[in-house]
């Protein structure tokens, strides 16, 4: 496992390598926090985890632009993270959600036509997930809690902790605020 760059460190001190110096660690398993960002919403709820949990999630190797082909690599089928960080039982209540991958799903909420005239090369179909990161425009969604797309650093109720094991997984860190991006 190495760091995505110098100078990191994890929790305890110790420097995160960039090296093989650093394949073989041991981190503690702690409880998933998160919190419901639709508390009052009927059905379903979207759950944000409070940390970044890990990075580099692999599960497509080639993605054709032009034919809007995606091929999976089987590699990862059945033990990817959703199945090494939940028992069976938590999978079984977590849902199949249709993530909305349309232009206006990668726009401010505040201004669904602010960027790019509201429209985005990289479309493509909804698809469907248990776990997904936030669209630009859920995470910018004042009734999720979120602030304004504009504001940054301190107060910032996008920005999440790196965790030891996202850190050695080569997560990005700002180095000196100790949060990730």
Known sequence: ????????????????????????KYFKVEPIKGRVLNPSAEGNKILVVE?????????????????????????????????????ATAQSLIATTTVDNSAA?????????????????????????????????????SDYGFTEYDQYGEGNSRIRVTTDYAKANCAFQNATAGYGG
């Open 1 to 24: 496992m190495n760091a995505n760059e110098t100078g990191y460190t994890y929790s305890d001190g110790t420097t995160v390598a960039r090296s093989g110096a650093n394949s073989t």
């Open 51 to 87: 940390s970044i949990l890990t990075a580099n999630v692999a599960y497509y190797d080639y993605y054709d632009a032009d034919s809007a082909e995606q091929t999976t690599d089987s590699t990862y089928n059945g033990i990817g993270f959703l199945q090494t960080a939940f028992t």
């Open 105 to 141: 799903s990668t726009n401010p909420a505040s201004n669904a036509s602010q960027w790019n005239s509201g429209t985005n090369d990289y479309v493509c179909d909804n698809t469907s997930d248990k776990i997904f990161l936030l669209s630009e425009k859920e995470a910018t969604t």
